[in-house]
């Protein structure tokens, strides 16, 4: 065992679209299907009674039925087989011992960050580690080596006391500690992999050593973590990193190329119901233009649309793929279209009460007709929430990464009404994004919807196209954005400005972001 760690502060990125509670899909020019009424009736006036010449008839002995009411319109059927259910995707990285330790649907965030931004270590390297976490949490520092074998660092001996308060960093090595970590054989890839519970998780509590060396954590303790934990996942959360050691003798690594890389998703089809083709189309004609003007390398552009972009196809992209095919250094654009929405908030850290989320293929239109808990309980393990996409971008450290989020309520992003007075929780994360280097652009504040033309591309997607090529290169994220606004701005003027939005933009990056070099 050798290492240390200096942790950057947590990685924290918000993101998500919003959709209403009652699940309003689609942008603002959506058409409405009118409420299932039955058809109203015509009132009747009764004849002239005429008075009979024969005596009447006796009255039958059996009563006769009464003239059954005209049929109310036939409604649709409905699916014959349930919609199927989302798969879980394996978790991100390598496997190792705690692997199966993934939350895929935290309700906050812990973050792990060490001393060299390649992640790169030599023989005899001093390894310096940082951790913390945005809840006050139990947190718990495992170090998984090449060899298959995993370390308790922390809690140990010398800090038995593991309940630290939120975004408070915890330092290994600490100032006042008397070692340090150096690398050491064995080499290869290896896992620093951060726990942060709301209670103390006492199959690792137990194994702290009084030796004053790290306690050894077999394989059966994060099975028996695994089966405690996978049902409960308001109540914890855990972030992985890998690093690259190697002998002193080997190679340095290449020095970064600063490659660029996308991913382009656009969701126009469900497992029930469809809106149109403008999704789709507005993430392929993306793809397109970042390809022929972005400069994006080909082998390393996906493009995920209509009923493969289910939330595991997702997930599996943005935390195995786009981490397979990037390096720090790199950038990486992910451009999302499709309709966006909220949930609850259950842990009481927004300000509206509200997380954002973005649909997925795996949406089924037939959801409207839940009740507020049905739909939140569905749409969390169906949709990407704000929560999860920010624990998804964690996969890729070191990266300058621009997200391109265009959805009813894309502002829930970075609330930028809130964002200027620096009081909300998603003020703070945005302050978070900018260790990871993020830009955001979304088309709507929270509280907005957007308009589209249904058999178009989202017009997100053509102005932002049509700028990489009518401006002068190189340009910029901030210069295309400028064009999006007054293109927007000048469509709506021709309109009345019905249904006028405004648009969401923050950059954190160091350096300008170029959309078209």
Not at 59 to 75: F, Q, R, S
Not at 113 to 133: I, P, Q, T, W
Not at 181 to 188: H, T, V
Not at 233 to 247: A, D, K, N, Q
Request: overall charge positive; charged content about 25%; glycine content about 6%.
């Amino acid at each position: 065992m050798r290492s240390a760690f200096n942790l950057k502060s947590v990685i924290s990125v918000l993101s998500a679209c919003v959709f209403s509670t009652a699940m309003v899909f689609g942008q603002a020019d959506d058409p409405q299907e009118p409420p299932d009424t039955p058809p109203r009736q015509s009132p009747t006036t009764p004849a002239t009674p005429v008075k009979p010449t024969t005596p009447p008839a006796k009255p039958p002995t059996t009563p006769v039925k009464p003239t059954p009411p005209p049929a109310k319109p036939t409604e649709p059927k409905k699916p014959t087989t349930p919609p199927t259910p989302p798969a879980r995707p394996k978790p991100p990285g390598p496997e190792f011992p705690g692997s199966m330790l993934f939350n895929d649907r935290p309700s906050f965030l812990a973050g792990v960050k060490v001393n060299h931004s390649d992640l790169c270590y030599r023989e005899g390297d001093r390894l310096a580690m940082e951790f913390l976490a945005e809840r006050e949490a139990h947190l718990y520092l495992i170090y998984h080596q090449a060899d298959g074998k995993s370390f308790l660092l922390f809690p140990n001996e010398a800090h038995p006391d593991n309940r630290i308060a939120a975004k408070q960093p915890v330092g290994i090595p600490g100032a006042d500690d008397a070692f340090r970590f150096r690398i050491a054989p064995p080499f290869g890839t290896e896992v620093l992999q951060v726990l942060a519970t709301l209670q103390p998780a006492a199959e690792l509590d137990r194994l702290v050593a009084k030796t004053g060396r790290a306690a050894p954590v077999a394989p059966e303790v994060f099975a028996r973590l695994h089966g405690r934990l996978k049902d409960d996942l308001g109540t914890w959360t855990e972030h992985r990193l890998v690093i690259r050691t190697s002998p002193g003798t080997a190679e340095p690594p290449p020095s970064p190329k600063g490659e660029r890389v996308g991913l382009f998703v656009g969701v126009s089809k469900f497992q029930v119901g469809q809106a149109g083709v403008r999704f789709k189309l507005g993430a392929e004609l993306m793809a397109k233009a970042m390809l022929e003007r972005g400069r994006l390398n080909p082998e390393k552009v996906k493009t995920i649309v209509d009923q493969e972009a289910s939330r595991a196809n997702l997930q599996t992209a943005i935390t195995r793929w786009l981490p397979s095919v990037s390096q720090p250094g790199d950038t990486v654009f992910i451009f999302y279209a499709g309709h966006g929405g909220t949930v609850k908030n259950l842990d009481g850290t927004k300000i509206d009460g509200r997380d954002g989320v973005l649909t997925t293929y795996d949406n089924n239109w037939e959801s409207q007709k839940m009740s507020s808990d049905e739909w939140d309980n569905m749409a969390r393990s169906r949709y990407i929430s704000d929560d999860a996409l920010a624990r998804w971008l964690q996969e890729l450290p070191g990266r300058q990464i621009v997200l391109l989020i265009c959805s009813c309520h894309a502002g829930t992003m970075i609330d930028a009404r809130v964002l200027a007075k620096f009081a909300s929780r998603e003020a703070a994360r945005v302050k978070g994004i900018s260790a990871l280097n993020v830009a955001v652009l979304a088309n709507a504040f929270p509280d907005e919807v957007s308009f589209s033309r249904r058999d178009k591309p989202v017009w997100l997607a053509q102005d932002l196209s049509e700028a990489m090529t009518k401006l002068p290169a190189p340009v910029t994220l901030r210069q295309a954005f400028e064009y999006y606004r007054q293109e927007h701005r000048r469509r709506f003027e021709k309109s009345g400005n019905v249904g006028y939005h405004e648009f969401v933009y923050t950059d954190t990056s160091l350096l300008p972001i170029l959309l078209a070099p």
